[in-house]
């Protein structure tokens, strides 16, 4: 595609490229070219009517604030502020695998296998809490 685009745009490589069209197949190639120029003026333009008309939606936004007394400031700081990393949550399932390592769940997210096999094996999962 980027080829295409590199012949499109160089003069004379595009030239040598159209030097076996018939002067029919360039006209039909113009006329294309145009259609689609045309179309791409056009959206060029709604697209400029939507930004001009978002810029007159907040311009006016100011202006009902400034005569309210509000200032843009005041609006930002009302947001609420982010808190850093969230604090991890505490295990509330505990069980020991044959090896006496101790596996911990928090009751969130995936199952590990172990308790998987555990419950299907008949056992409650009230068993496995760890008591506080």
């Given amino acids: 595609m980027n080829e295409f685009v590199a012949i499109l745009c160089h003069a004379r490589r595009f030239k040598s490229s159209v030097k076996n069209l018939s002067v029919g197949q360039l006209e039909e190639v113009k006329q294309k070219l145009d259609k689609i120029i045309e179309e791409r003026t056009l959206e060029v333009e709604e697209l400029r009517k939507g930004e ?5 939606k907040i311009n006016s936004y100011r202006e009902m604030l400034a005569a309210d007394g509000i200032e ?3 609006l930002q700081s009302s947001r609420t502020a982010r808190t ?4 991890p949550r505490a295990p509330k399932y505990e069980i020991y695998n ?3 390592d101790r596996i911990t769940w928090t009751g969130q997210g995936r199952m590990p296998n172990l308790f998987k096999n555990r419950i299907e094996q008949g056992e409650e999962m009230e068993t496995f809490l760890i008591d506080v």
């Fill in 98 to 100: 044959e090896a006496g």
């Fill in 84 to 87: 850093g990393k969230r604090v």
């Fill in 52 to 56: 001009a008309e978002h810029q007159e």
């Fill in 72 to 74: 843009l400031s005041e």
